[in-house]
């Protein structure tokens, strides 16, 4: 089993920023890749970003060059870098690990951008 916890989240004005953190624990030793999603009132859950454990990253073009996900597979944490924050950008942000043959959620933190 592995844990997942989220933290960061707030409000915060368009064109601000926020930094979102996720620690791992458990059995966290065959995690491959890392990620972020989100999910918004009335819409589908969507990828936001993910890191590969040799480093591939990967993006939602609707976050390109505002986001950045990061890894520190020492502290067993991803994070992510969310600058120039936009109204849409309003959502719950969950936390993602997958495993060869499980995949784990965090309980999700809030990102509000006002206007």
């Known amino acids: 089993q592995v844990q997942l916890v989220e933290s960061g989240g707030g409000l915060v004005q368009a064109g601000g920023s926020l930094r979102l953190s996720c620690a791992a624990s458990g059995s966290i030793f065959s995690i491959n890749t890392m990620g972020w999603y989100r999910q918004a009132p009335g819409k589908q859950r969507e990828l936001v970003a993910a890191?590969?454990?040799?480093?591939?990253?990967n993006y939602a073009d609707s976050v390109k060059g505002r986001f950045t996900i990061s890894r520190d597979n020492a502290k067993n944490t991803v994070y992510l870098q969310m600058n120039s924050l936009k109204p849409e950008d309003t959502a719950v942000y969950y936390c993602?690990?997958?495993?060869?043959?499980?995949?784990?959620w965090g309980k999700g933190t809030l990102v509000t951008v006002s206007s």
């Open positions: 993602h690990a997958a495993q060869p043959i499980m995949n784990y």
């Open positions: 890191i590969a454990s040799g480093g591939r990253t």
